[in-house]
């Protein structure tokens, strides 16, 4: 019998408790898992909407709290793509509209010329021409049903289906594009665009030019990479946030539920911590005990925690209202924090019933009744 | 024959001094010795017992088992790890492991590899005559089998000394019987046995016997013991 096999077995021995133990933390390690990935997914299509096609950065409008919300004047495109070291510009505007049971559909609009630039890949078809034609994105085509010859219907307006593409950035790929002009008209913002995507001349100097366009332009904010996106969109911001304080709340909670637990089981034991002490156990192995009793019913709620996270977000993006907004991103950073929560919540709330078991006197532990 | 144990003017107390669980023992026991120690509820019996195992410090006085001055030494762990095996009335066995897993506790801190453990409690569980029962856990045991892991326990380390508190009070007289002839064995050994209790029968086993009473040791009988 190994000293880890005691462990397991100790854990075992109320398995109701340790069960429900465990399923308090896995509910904060579930949380923290769905936020993560949900937060991995807005924030990597967000970064494939800003740094899209050949563009090496993005200008957007300054100031703002949601990426949407910016409204740049066209002109300024022009201007941009004036500035030495720039090779060009394409400014885009995007509206979103309700299409056949999803309400969140994005809706592009770009010139034509700009499609190359915008990171489009025509895969079917071609591209638009007239006012009424519109290109699908490739999986918005299939979760869609949508095919070239198709009709697309867009507040009233009849758009036909000319071609089918893919960028690779799943807010564009479940969406669709039309001309620049025919969105303004649509939205109502005509001579405005949302974003301007900037491609340089080989060996231009990202910075120098990013920081010229801010200093002439102080309406404007240029993002150069996904750590950027922060000055357009305060919401990833205030995720972020939301995700620290579910970890710090779930350690909180899974602590004390940890702490209540071990405190029940030293109390249940005493008389063998006693006997333990009484064999020779030092009071080290004693606290490695009980600590290693919480540490791995944490271990436990990670894997049990993970597993609810995964299913409990597929269950939620199956949703209408939410389906085609965010694609959730699992990574190995996600899971990793996931198990850093659960075993600091085991190490902290095991931490005190560990060190009141290991103080126990021997002789005093083996008259407990 | 060499001593083994000995105690001088022993005092222990609790409660701030209100209570004086021992009041001056003196007592001296040789190497493979086998002593009772007789006395009502509450005579300090068990007190003085939890002290010669390194259980619990006298107030004063002093106390050597083993050539281990107990008022001095530091780590008592050690000492309680190798010197000496402890069997309770109540055996205390971990309920979620086997007769077998139960015997290899003790030996947990002397880091001995996992298979020679094994080994080593296969070995003590034949000496107490449960070789058929190593992969029970104590559910699955009588009072006496119980007892029995727990003794096969108390010998995991090889100790010298047993300490052996009311080891028959939980048993019915044929178990109790049994639990007494191993101790018996186990002295034949040179082990040291030093037994409390409050059952002359079981406490004529030995070869001397001490009465206890109100904290201190008022009589001492030598005896042929009965084997």
């Known amino acids: 019998m190994r000293f880890l096999t005691l462990i397991l077995k100790n854990i075992l021995r109320r398995k109701t408790r340790s069960a429900f133990t465990v399923l308090g933390i896995s509910i904060g390690i579930a949380t923290i898992i769905a936020l993560g990935a949900l937060m991995k997914g807005v924030t990597s299509g967000m970064e494939g909407v800003l740094k899209t096609g050949k563009a090496d950065f993005s200008v ?7 990426f949407s919300f910016s409204r740049i004047n066209e002109n300024r495109t022009g201007e941009i793509q004036a500035l030495e070291g720039v090779k060009k510009a394409a400014g885009v505007l995007m509206g979103i509209y309700p299409i056949e049971g999803n309400p969140y559909v994005f809706i592009w609009g770009v010139k034509n010329e700009d499609l190359q630039m915008f990171g489009v890949n025509i895969v079917n078809g071609s591209s638009f021409s007239q006012e009424h034609e519109l290109i699908i994105g490739e999986v918005a085509s299939k979760d869609m049903g949508k095919k070239v010859g198709d009709k697309l219907v867009l507040r009233q307006e009849e ?37 301007i995507y900037v491609e340089l001349e080989e060996g231009a100097n990202l910075e120098e030019i990013c920081q010229r366009i801010e200093e002439r332009f102080p309406d404007l904010v240029t993002i150069k990479s996904a750590s950027e996106l922060g000055k357009v969109d ?103 924090r996931a198990f850093v929560v659960a075993f600091a919540v085991g190490l902290i709330g095991g931490l005190y019933p ?16 | 024959m060499d001593r083994i144990i000995s105690t001088r003017n ?31 509820s509450g005579c300090g019996k068990s ?121 028959t009070g939980n048993l019915d007289s044929a178990s109790g019987h049994e639990v007494i002839q191993i101790f018996q064995r186990l002295n034949k050994d040179r082990r040291t046995i030093v037994l409390v209790s409050h059952d002359k029968d079981i406490a004529e086993h030995a070869s001397v016997i001490y009465y206890m009473s109100d904290g201190k040791i008022l009589e001492k009988t030598k005896r042929q013991a009965t084997h």
């Open chain 1, 234 to 336: 305060r919401g990833l911001e205030i995720m972020d946030a939301a995700s620290l304080a579910v970890s710090f709340l779930a350690i909180l909670i899974g602590g004390v539920g940890v702490t209540n637990t071990m405190m029940m089981s030293i109390y249940e034991r005493t008389r063998e911590i006693g006997v333990l002490r009484a064999v020779g156990w030092r009071r080290k192995r004693i606290l490695s005990m009980i600590l290693g009793e919480s540490i791995l019913l944490c271990v436990f709620s990670v894997l049990i925690g993970s597993l609810f996270g995964v299913v409990g977000v597929k269950l939620l993006t199956i949703q209408p209202l939410i389906r085609g907004i965010i694609e959730p991103m699992y990574t190995m950073d996600t899971f990793g």
């Open chain 2, 10 to 40: 022993l005092v222990k107390t609790f409660e701030g001094g209100l209570v004086k669980a021992l009041n001056g023992v003196n007592l001296e026991v040789s190497e493979g010795e086998f002593i009772a120690i007789m006395g009502p």
């Open chain 1, 60 to 66: 957007a409008q300054s100031g703002i709290a949601d």
């Open chain 2, 47 to 167: 007190t003085l017992l939890h002290i010669l195992g390194g259980l619990d410090r006298p107030t004063s006085g002093e106390v050597m088992v083993d050539e281990v001055d107990l008022c001095k030494a530091r780590n008592l762990d050690n000492f309680r790890a190798r010197k000496i095996g402890f069997v309770f009335q109540m055996h205390n066995l971990i309920p979620v492991l086997t007769a077998c897993e139960n015997v290899q506790i003790p030996m947990l801190e002397l880091k001995l590899p996992s298979k020679e453990r094994k080994e080593k409690a296969e070995k003590l569980l034949v000496l107490v005559g449960l070789e058929d029962r190593k992969d029970f856990v104590p559910t699955k045991l009588s009072g006496g089998e119980r007892q029995k892991v727990a003794i096969a326990r108390a010998l995991a380390n090889g100790p010298k000394i047993l300490l052996v508190d009311e080891p």
């Open chain 1, 354 to 369: 560990a060190y009141r078991a290991s103080k126990l006197s021997p002789s005093e532990a083996l008259r407990y009744e």
């Open chain 1, 159 to 195: 758009f036909n289906i000319t071609g089918v593409f893919e960028t690779g950035s799943i807010y564009q790929d479940k969406g669709a594009a039309l001309s620049l002009k025919k969105l303004q008209e649509m939205e109502k913002k005509e001579g405005y665009v949302m974003v």
